[in-house]
């Protein structure tokens, strides 16, 4: 068995200052990567930049990063990160802006490579340090070395091949409270499903187990709120929930994810369904297929009575998506095509079970 998780994360209140002279001895200059706006509501970039400038650290901001990024703008973002002369990177916000300092990073220390290395696996490769700072509660990219990215020549999303985790993980719940509602069910929506995939996953193994059941655990003291759009949840839920997540990413560091989360690119690609609400649609599909003992400990360990009283929580939470024919035969032509993700189930798989899955609450 093996467990690789190099990452050094810290988890407490004003994360980030307390921790600042951490941050600053990364290198000369950063580049802060964001979205275009809720690192500034949550005031996580101000509290970076402010931490960046007592240790008299210079840094850049790049905050363009679309949901879901593209290689387009990883290059846009790489030569802009050039002509200033970063040297480490900071992604703030989701899944999005953390993936996206990651492929920024290696593009920026290969400078003089084309867009095709992103995806080129060279195994001498090397990156500049990237520092996560989680803004949702889904993603657990702070602690994973995946990044994500859009390809629109292939009309989906994919991994790129290196495995470039964050040098650190600064957790601070509090820049959740900003956070919209609808965003805050679909990444605790993201968080279940890494737990679920990667404990019924090929890859399983006791230590990434723990992380699963864990998170499982954690995730299942705060998903009440996520039924009640009213709800505003306490700082108590949002740092557990929080937690859940980096378990699930620590989780799926050893693992990764499955098939839902292969089901969900198309999903997010054709229909443009918000990632978390993506997996979560082909959840309980993907359970209703494992061995039944493995997916009860899932189920139950989650706060759940059954898959169907799963089901039914994801319906309320984020709503089922009723999904075109034509949609469902490309998603699943999709990835009939992943071989690696058709691996990572722990049960046989064809294109019968595939669309079991996904029509499982069509
Ligand atoms: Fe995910």
């Not at 990237?130 to 020549?153: D, K, M, Q, R, Y």
């Not at 699930?248 to 229909?271: C, D, E, K, R, V």
Request: glycine share 8%.
């Amino acid at each position: 068995m093996t467990y690789y998780m190099p990452t050094k994360i810290y988890e407490q209140e004003e994360c980030i200052a307390a921790h600042a002279a951490e941050l600053a001895a990364l290198g000369k200059k950063a580049l802060l990567v964001t979205g275009r706006r809720s690192a500034k509501l949550n005031g996580a970039e101000a509290d970076v930049v402010a931490a960046l400038e007592q240790e008299g650290v210079r840094h850049a901001l790049f905050d363009e990063v679309e949901e879901n990024p593209s290689i387009e703008t990883i290059m846009k973002a790489r030569d802009f990160a050039v002509k200033e002369g970063c040297d480490f990177f900071i992604g703030i916000g989701g899944g999005s802006p953390m993936d996206a300092a990651k492929a920024i990073s290696l593009m920026a220390k290969n400078s003089d490579k084309g867009v095709d290395f992103l995806f080129g696996e060279d195994p001498s490769a090397q990156w500049y340090p990237v520092v996560a700072v989680p803004t949702t509660c889904g993603t657990g990219s702070e602690v994973t070395g995946i990044s994500v990215l859009t390809i629109h020549e292939q009309k989906t999303k994919g991994s790129i091949p290196y495995r470039i985790f964050p040098e650190l993980a600064l957790l601070d719940a509090k820049y959740l409270k900003k956070a919209p509602a609808g965003v805050l069910r679909n990444t605790a929506m993201d968080a279940l499903c890494h737990l679920s995939e990667s404990y019924i996953n090929a890859g399983a193994n006791d230590f990434s187990r723990m992380c699963a059941l864990a998170g499982l655990e954690a995730w299942s003291r705060s998903k009440a709120f996520l039924e009640d759009p009213t709800a505003v949840p306490e700082e108590e839920t949002l740092r557990n929930m929080l937690k859940a997540s980096t378990l699930g990413g620590m989780a799926i560091a050893q693992t990764g994810t499955s098939l839902p989360h292969g089901m969900s690119y198309g999903l997010t690609y054709f229909m443009g369904v918000a990632h978390g609400r993506a997996c979560g649609q082909f959840q309980a599909g993907y359970l209703a297929e494992a061995d039944p003992a493995d997916a009860e400990v899932v189920v139950k360990t989650a706060g759940f009575q059954s898959i169907e009283d799963l089901n039914d929580f994801f319906g309320k939470a984020c709503g089922v998506v009723e999904i075109p024919e034509e949609t469902l035969d490309a998603i699943i032509g999709q990835l009939v095509a992943n071989e690696s993700k058709l691996k990572s189930a722990p049960f046989p798989v064809d294109s019968n079970v595939l669309r079991r899955i996904a029509t499982y609450n069509q």
